[in-house]
């Protein structure tokens, strides 16, 4: 019988893979010195790109080249323009609606239209005296030209190079910068992200205005061939950090990517997780914030927002308004903010356990109330609750898909009108719905809306744990929760720290902290400028 025990416990550890050591990465606040070097940002390839290939030196045959990459037989946008730039043959070439006509036909054109006949031009003259445009470079792979000019710049091949000039003259239409739609504040900037990646870029660089900000750029792992960039300060992110975010990002091989949310998908350390592990924002101060903090920041070309990592639960629950706040007003909205948060997911299952099993800890006016108002309601009290909780999301989806002033009234129209419609047709009881509502207005505290949207799920979790088991079964429940929480990884940050594992931050999390002179990150990070000197409150 001992064996059969034993060997049913054994089954049970390697089920759970009690016996295995956590393979994940972890950045350590006990390590020493500059991690080593892990992967380049170009050390890893996403597979099947394509190999390089060298430019002609013959326009003709770059022509010829372009065209059968491009299928032009059948694809009309690419461009070809021939020019005779004095005594040479010039070929520019450019994505119709990606590029500025008015660019290209001012400052490319007329200039060099305008050279004299007996002029012999190489590239060195065009760049340096002839085209009017600031930013160019050369390439010498005929993978990458293709590459600029879907980006909207103009390639420029003389004959008899066997190279390119990339100019700038993208001028594609482009929606201007307007508030931040899901993160309003009342105080604090009002700008937010939008779909130009080169736009999102400056926004991050006009706060940071520090000469260690990097800006990373490459091409996405899917068939589209989307630009992202990652932003971090140098000498402030972790070494080990960034190495990893790179990996990462590196490792994206699938058909399309064309949002920050399937990156972020991609590059989680538990993707099918219903709490996110990175921040999504589409605040350009937020984003400065945490990467001069040590985050790292990854944008990409057409979404309005940033992922950054890693981060905590006590980022989730923040807001970017906190900072512009006195400590004691700031401290009261976060604590508030929490406990909306712990109302919105354990009121349900606490009212469902005391309403079933512990009828004793109530008074006796506030159960005759439950016991008045449920006199009439035929489903037991658990499905009443899982209804109604039901409505309240269909309501909220519908109000979110519906347009704006039309949106407001549907939730505010459809939660009064079912609401009543329920409780007259005795389908759900007044108190119940007053705990639903309760819950709702709490999950709306959480700043973070797939926070709000993992609250759900938890919700209701904890909520069938206090059908069954009372409050027994919601205190094992609510244990179950904090170690899983315990479990998450951000990028090798446990996601409780400071407080699981214990660190040495002095930052209160809850309760906002001061705003103090120092020059350090916060160390659950691991940032590598802990190491650097404090300044002096004189400097």
Same mark, same amino acid.
Not at 25 to 47: C, H, S, T, V
Not at 344 to 350: K, M, N, Q, R
Not at 533 to 538: D, E, I, M, Q
């Given at each position: 019988?001992?064996?059969?025990?034993?060997?049913?416990?054994? /089954?049970?550890?390697?089920?759970?893979?009690?016996?295995?050591?956590?393979?994940?990465?972890?950045?350590?606040?006990?390590?020493?010195?500059?991690?080593?070097?892990?992967?380049?940002?170009?050390?890893?390839?996403?597979?099947?790109?394509?190999?390089?290939?060298?430019?002609?030196?013959?326009?003709?045959?770059?022509?010829?080249e372009l065209k059968k990459i491009f299928r032009t037989d059948i694809n009309k946008d690419v461009i070809f323009t021939k020019l005779r730039a004095?005594?040479?043959?010039?070929?520019?070439?450019?994505?119709?609606?990606?590029?500025?006509? $008015?660019?290209?036909?001012?400052?490319?054109?007329?200039?060099?239209?305008?050279?004299?006949?007996?002029?012999?031009?190489?590239?060195?003259?065009?760049?340096?005296?002839?085209?009017?445009?600031?930013?160019?470079?050369?390439?010498?792979?005929?993978?990458?030209?293709?590459?600029?000019?879907?980006?909207?710049?103009?390639?420029?091949?003389?004959? %008899?190079?066997?190279?390119?000039?990339?100019?700038?003259?993208?001028?594609?239409? /482009?929606?201007?910068?307007?508030?931040?739609?899901?993160?309003?504040?009342?105080?604090?900037?009002?700008?937010?992200?939008?779909?130009?990646?080169? !736009?999102?870029?400056?926004?991050?660089?006009?706060?940071?205005?520090?000469?260690?900000?990097?800006?990373? !750029?490459?091409?996405?792992?899917?068939?589209? $061939?989307?630009?992202?960039?990652?932003?971090?300060?140098?000498?402030?992110?972790?070494? +080990?950090?960034?190495?990893?975010?790179?990996?990462?990002?590196?490792?994206?091989?699938?058909?399309?990517?064309?949002?920050?949310?399937?990156?972020?998908?991609?590059?989680?350390?538990?993707?099918?997780?219903?709490?996110?592990?990175?921040?999504?924002?589409?605040?350009?101060?937020? !984003?400065?914030?945490?990467?001069?903090?040590?985050?790292?920041?990854?944008?990409?070309?057409?979404?309005?927002?940033?992922?950054?990592?890693?981060? !905590?639960?006590?980022?989730?629950?923040?807001?970017?308004?906190?900072?512009?706040?006195?400590?004691?007003?700031?401290?009261?909205?976060?604590?508030?903010?929490?406990?909306?948060?712990?109302? +919105?997911?354990?009121? =349900?299952?606490?009212?469902?356990?005391?309403?079933?099993?512990?009828?004793?800890?109530?008074?006796?006016?506030?159960?005759?109330?439950?016991?008045? +108002?449920?006199?009439?309601?035929?489903?037991?009290?658990?499905?009443?609750?899982?209804?109604?909780?039901?409505? *309240?999301?269909?309501?909220?989806?519908? %109000?979110?898909?519906?347009?704006?002033?039309?949106?407001?009234?549907?939730?505010?129209?459809?939660?009064?009108?079912?609401?009543?419609?329920?409780?007259?047709? $005795?389908?759900?009881?007044?108190?119940?719905?007053i705990i639903v509502a309760l819950s709702g207005l709490g999950n709306f505290c959480i700043p973070d809306y797939s926070t709000q949207l993992a609250?759900?799920? *938890?919700?209701?979790?904890?909520?069938?744990?206090?059908?069954?088991? %009372?409050?027994?079964?919601?205190?094992?429940?609510?244990?179950? *929760?904090?170690?899983?929480?315990?479990?998450?990884?951000? *990028?090798?940050?446990?996601?409780?720290?400071?407080?699981? =594992?214990?660190?040495? +931050? /002095?930052? =209160?999390?809850?309760?906002? %902290?001061?705003?103090?002179m120092n020059h350090r990150s916060e160390d659950y990070i691991n940032a590598a400028c802990d190491t650097l000197p404090k300044r002096s409150t004189?400097?």
């Amino acid at each position: 019988m001992g064996e059969i025990k034993m060997s049913f416990f054994k /089954k049970i550890s390697e089920k759970l893979a009690f016996d295995k050591p956590d393979t994940r990465y972890e950045l350590l606040e006990r390590e020493k010195g500059d991690p080593q070097k892990m992967f380049g940002w170009n050390d890893i390839y996403a597979q099947g790109e394509e190999a390089a290939r060298a430019c002609p030196s013959s326009i003709e045959e770059v022509e010829k080249e372009l065209k059968k990459i491009f299928r032009t037989d059948i694809n009309k946008d690419v461009i070809f323009t021939k020019l005779r730039a004095g005594s040479k043959n010039i070929l520019l070439v450019h994505m119709n609606g990606m590029a500025s006509a $008015n660019t290209i036909s001012e400052y490319i054109i007329k200039p060099i239209l305008g050279l004299n006949e007996s002029v012999c031009p190489d590239l060195d003259m065009l760049s340096e005296c002839c085209i009017e445009i600031a930013e160019m470079h050369r390439e010498t792979n005929l993978i990458d030209i293709k590459l600029a000019i879907m980006e909207g710049q103009t390639a420029l091949f003389l004959n %008899g190079e066997p190279m390119a000039i990339i100019l700038e003259s993208r001028g594609y239409e /482009k929606r201007s910068i307007s508030g931040a739609e899901n993160e309003k504040v009342v105080r604090g900037p009002k700008e937010g992200f939008n779909e130009s990646l080169r !736009t999102n870029i400056t926004l991050v660089r006009r706060i940071i205005r520090s000469d260690d900000l990097v800006v990373e !750029t490459r091409l996405s792992g899917g068939d589209n $061939n989307t630009s992202i960039a990652i932003i971090y300060r140098d000498g402030v992110a972790d070494r +080990s950090l960034i190495d990893e975010v790179k990996k990462r990002l590196a490792r994206i091989n699938i058909r399309m990517v064309f949002s920050t949310g399937i990156i972020e998908q991609l590059i989680e350390d538990s993707p099918n997780s219903p709490i996110p592990q990175s921040l999504a924002t589409e605040r350009p101060d937020r !984003t400065a914030n945490y990467i001069m903090r040590g985050g790292v920041a990854v944008l990409a070309d057409g979404t309005p927002f940033a992922v950054i990592v890693p981060i !905590t639960f006590s980022t989730l629950m923040s807001s970017s308004e906190d900072i512009y706040l006195r400590k004691p007003v700031g401290s009261i909205m976060r604590l508030v903010r929490y406990i909306g948060a712990a109302i +919105s997911i354990l009121l =349900p299952g606490y009212f469902l356990a005391l309403a079933l099993f512990h009828q004793g800890l109530l008074s006796t006016e506030v159960l005759s109330t439950i016991v008045q +108002s449920r006199k009439t309601v035929f489903e037991p009290l658990g499905i009443e609750m899982l209804l109604i909780l039901a409505v *309240f999301q269909l309501i909220r989806e519908a %109000g979110m898909r519906v347009p704006g002033s039309i949106g407001q009234a549907i939730g505010i129209i459809g939660g009064l009108i079912v609401g009543q419609a329920a409780v007259a047709a $005795n389908i759900a009881s007044s108190m119940v719905l007053i705990i639903v509502a309760l819950s709702g207005l709490g999950n709306f505290c959480i700043p973070d809306y797939s926070t709000q949207l993992a609250a759900s799920y *938890f919700r209701i979790a904890f909520m069938i744990a206090a059908w069954m088991g %009372g409050l027994l079964g919601l205190s094992a429940a609510f244990m179950l *929760f904090i170690a899983y929480l315990a479990s998450l990884k951000s *990028f090798g940050v446990p996601f409780l720290a400071p407080y699981a =594992p214990k660190t040495y +931050s /002095k930052r =209160p999390l809850i309760l906002r %902290g001061s705003i103090k002179m120092n020059h350090r990150s916060e160390d659950y990070i691991n940032a590598a400028c802990d190491t650097l000197p404090k300044r002096s409150t004189n400097e």
